[in-house]
């Protein structure tokens, strides 16, 4: 019976590999040509900007031991890094250790007020907003417009806490796009 468990597992996991090996592969490239055509489509010169693949690390093996949910420990572990600051408001998905971090105090790891969550912030925008993780579903990306944070509390405000994506891929299949737009 546990082979068989083990056999469903990883064909749970297969096309979520694919998908981050593949999604890394297609933007990698496609942040470079977005940067070398910056300057002649907007008139200024660019910051860098670039995903950079990913390896499994002490980072992310504490991520997965500290019950960060599944789909955020297998983005780490394909993708190291992004950095689009010249896309929209900009986007960044945080390295591993930044994350790990934030675990431990230097991020907010709950959601109050209308909508409470608890949280694992794991990117950000270029105005302050911050990309959350929900943990109760484990699933649910937020944008979290700035506002009040005290300790690990996010406390929503006016504008509340934004869904961005049902899931971690669906973000990263929303960041392809507006790059591939705006080349």
């Known amino acids: 019976m546990s082979g068989h468990?083990?056999?469903?597992?990883?064909?749970?996991l297969l096309p979520q590999l694919?998908?981050?090996d593949g999604w890394v592969s297609r933007t990698a490239p496609l942040a470079v040509r977005f940067t070398e055509g910056f300057e002649a489509k907007y008139g200024y010169e660019p910051d860098d900007n670039e995903v950079l693949p990913g390896a499994d690390s002490p980072e992310t093996s504490r991520l997965e031991a500290s019950g960060v949910p599944g789909d955020l420990v297998t983005l780490n572990r394909h993708v190291a890094r992004v950095d689009l600051p010249d896309l929209e408001n900009g986007y960044f998905i945080?390295?591993?250790e930044h994350t790990a971090r934030g675990l431990d105090g230097d991020q907010p790891t709950r959601i109050e007020g209308p909508h409470a969550d608890g949280i694992v912030v794991f990117g950000s925008d270029g105005g302050g907003a911050l990309f959350a993780?929900?943990?109760?579903d484990g699933s649910t990306?937020?944008?979290?417009?700035?506002?009040r944070i005290e300790g690990?509390?996010?406390?929503?405000?006016?504008l509340g806490r934004e869904v961005v994506s049902w899931s971690v891929q669906d973000f990263l299949?929303?960041?392809?796009?507006e790059l591939e737009s705006a080349i």
Do not use: C
Not at 133 to 136: A, G, K, Q, V
């Open 5 to 12: 468990v083990l056999q469903g597992d990883i064909l749970h």
């Open 18 to 20: 694919w998908v981050l």
């Open 94 to 96: 945080h390295p591993a």
């Open 133 to 136: 993780l929900s943990t109760s």
């Open 141 to 147: 990306v937020y944008r979290l417009p700035t506002a």
């Open 152 to 158: 690990a509390v996010y406390e929503e405000g006016p």
């Open 173 to 177: 299949v929303h960041l392809q796009r």
